[in-house]
């Protein structure tokens, strides 16, 4: 898949959208880290919403705990991937907000990695026993923005692309 329109990529919007989601998520983690104890637990809609304060030292659904290094370097890695990308797409709005979504994502939580050794995740959804893994807004933000990638890559019509050329 190629961009749909050439020319040099949309920086403002997509440094503003990653900015504005590392601000809300440190922000929010830090908003609940002052209000709960680790593994302290609010009720917002029974048991279907809580908060939760978790401390994730591993990755995406709490897989391999206690690498918090390892995942660090990676992001930094993910992260000047992500920038580099954003530099070859061109002027498409729908991968400017797909890349600035993922590395917000990214920056947030390396932000946690590199200063904590972990990172901070409070929401917990679920019923009853069933609980879906704690995240926080910039695990949001990237679940989001990989969903995005795959409609690209599913349809690239719908997200202003065309098929590359043979």
């Known amino acids: 898949m190629t961009g749909a329109a050439t020319g040099r990529p949309l920086w403002p919007p997509f440094v503003l959208l990653a900015t504005s989601i590392v601000v809300a998520d440190q922000v929010t983690k830090a908003w609940?880290?002052?209000a709960l104890a680790p593994d302290g637990?609010?009720?917002i809609l029974g048991e279907y919403l809580r908060l939760?304060?978790?401390q994730n030292s591993g990755a995406l659904f709490g897989l391999f705990r206690g690498q918090a290094a390892?995942?660090?370097i990676l992001s930094?890695?993910?992260i000047a991937i992500i920038v580099a990308?954003?530099?070859r797409s061109g002027r498409?709005?729908?991968m400017t907000l797909t890349l600035g979504l993922l590395l917000g994502g990214a920056i947030g939580n390396a932000i946690d990695r590199l200063r904590l050794g972990y990172v901070v995740d409070f929401v917990d959804a679920g019923i009853g026993g069933f609980r879906f893994y704690t995240f926080n807004v910039a695990d949001s933000c990237i679940s989001l923005a990989v969903l995005l990638l795959l409609v690209a890559a599913i349809r690239p019509g719908l997200a202003g692309m065309r098929e590359a050329a043979p």
């Open 76 to 78: 930094l890695i993910v």
């Open 92 to 94: 498409n709005p729908y």
């Open 85 to 87: 990308y954003h530099g």
């Open 70 to 72: 390892p995942f660090a």
């Open 32 to 34: 609940i880290t002052s």
């Open 52 to 54: 939760t304060y978790t």
């Open 41 to 43: 637990v609010t009720p």
